[in-house]
């Protein structure tokens, strides 16, 4: 049985004439009886009763009619579930994600792409930069939003730059640094740090590292918790000045102040995906981004 079949036999079932079904479906009537003769002998019964002046259903044929009908509506709706899948309007997206860096612009752009792909479900996952990595290189995650990370250019991700973040001191209220428009790193000589912890940042973490190095600066650690946040609360309570990225300004409480570090030194915020497992709604979700970078939508107002 063919879906053929089943076209042939709805036609000369709802015009009752093999003549008319034959004109509408643009096929020769011969082969129209042959089609419609195929499908009553594969189901072993008779669903049109034939005879020179009239057409007529069987009571088996007129429920026939009644299923195929349901059959092409499911068919129909499977194209085009298929169809707009296959333009990333259906599907999932499973995206990661590091927190502070995307907080400025993630639910807004979360926000228009539901607004433009309704029916692709997301999913997020926040983990660390590492993390990100390995399970976008693993396929459980469709993209990831996070840094660069030493030893993963075994992952053959493809990457898209969206911002490189300036470095800069974090401190207190009343600070000597409060006011000024940029500090040396050559600074924070014998100052107490704050800083990410590297198993949650290593990119950023060895970055800062590097900075001071050149700079002849030997860092004083005093504090390096799991969370950004917690840097920015040690450092408005004066235990020290944070080294954090610009990103996180959307974040800081009132009694901080970012104060841009000279020579400038950025962690590159990206993009990451695995080419082999790309996905019509990972492509779409990629566009959007690529709209909003060109735009100045992404860290800007749209």
């Known amino acids: 049985m063919e879906l053929r079949h089943l076209r042939y036999f709805q036609a000369v079932a709802e015009e009752l ?19 419609v003769q195929e499908l009553e002998q594969d189901l072993g019964l008779q669903l049109i009763d034939r005879n020179r002046r009239v057409v007529r259903l069987t ?12 059959i092409f509506e499911h068919v129909e709706a499977s194209m085009r579930r298929v169809r707009r899948t296959a333009a990333g309007e259906e599907g999932e997206l499973r995206l990661g994600y590091i927190g502070p860096p995307t907080q400025g612009f993630l639910g807004r752009l979360l926000g228009e792409f539901r607004a433009r792909y309704p029916l692709v479900s997301v999913r997020l996952e926040e983990r660390t930069p590492e993390r990100v990595w390995e399970m976008v290189a693993a396929g459980r995650l469709s993209m990831g939003l996070t840094r660069p990370v030493p030893g993963q250019g075994g992952n053959a991700l493809n990457t898209l730059l969206l911002r490189d973040e300036p470095l800069c001191a974090a401190v207190p209220a009343g600070h000597p ?31 800062i590292l590097a900075a001071c190095r050149e700079a002849g600066v030997v860092p004083k650690l005093v504090h390096t918790p799991s969370l950004i946040g917690t840097v920015l609360s040690y450092v408005e309570a004066g235990a020290g000045v944070g080294v954090v990225p610009d990103s996180i300004r959307p974040m800081i409480p009132g009694a901080v102040t970012l104060v841009p570090l000279r020579p400038a030194r950025t962690v590159p ?31 800007g107002v749209p």
């Not at 008319?20 to 009537?29: D, K, M, P």
């Not at 009571?59 to 349901?70: I, K, N, R, T, Y």
């Not at 000589?189 to 990119?203: D, K, Q, T």
């Not at 790309?278 to 959007?288: E, G, N, Q, V, Y």
């Open 269 to 299: 915020l990206m993009l990451v995906w695995q080419p082999e497992a790309d996905t019509p709604a990972a492509i779409a979700f990629r566009r959007l981004i690529q709209e909003w970078i060109k735009s100045g939508a992404l860290f």
């Open 17 to 35: 004439s093999f003549s008319r079904a034959a004109r509408r479906l643009s096929i020769a009537q011969p082969a129209l009886s042959r089609a």
């Open 177 to 207: 640094w409060e006011k000024r428009k940029w500090v040396d790193w050559k600074a924070l000589s014998g100052e107490p740090m704050i800083v990410l912890a590297r198993r949650e940042g290593v990119g950023s973490h060895d970055e």
């Open 59 to 70: 009571a088996a044929g007129a429920v026939m009619l009644q299923e195929v009908a349901s």
